[in-house]
């Protein structure tokens, strides 16, 4: 059973960065493609980046240019780096697995880990 540990998320102002972490126990991180979503309140989940292995990334318009996500496959974890951040960055975030246009492959999510950005 494949399980995802989000991890990483803060308060922080404006302008400020983040990299929150996505461990994936249960399946290797090779050979798959993986995305990060966010869930703001209120609103529905909403995918922000997906990478591959044989792919690049793909990022949501509010995102590009700010967001990178990439992957440490010995650590089997993926990562989401997150710069200059506004406060419509705000939200839960989640790893899953699944290319952009596949989207989440897993119905089991995990905890996700909460992004507040407030000045």
């Known amino acids: 059973q494949v399980h995802f540990m989000e991890s990483g998320g803060a308060s922080v102002e404006p302008g400020a960065s983040l990299t929150p972490s996505c461990t994936i126990t249960g399946r290797s991180v090779r050979g798959a493609a993986w995305g990060w979503y966010r869930q703001g309140e209120g609103q529905a989940r909403e995918t922000v980046a997906a990478e591959g292995n044989l792919w690049g990334a793909s990022y949501a318009a509010s995102v590009e240019g700010r967001f990178s996500i990439f992957r440490d496959n010995s650590a089997n974890t993926v990562f989401l780096k997150m710069d200059n951040l506004t406060e419509k960055d705000t939200g839960r975030y989640y790893c899953?697995?699944?290319?952009w246009g596949d989207g989440p492959i897993y119905a089991s999510w995990g905890q996700g880990t909460y992004v507040t950005v407030s000045s």
């Open positions: 899953n697995m699944g290319s």
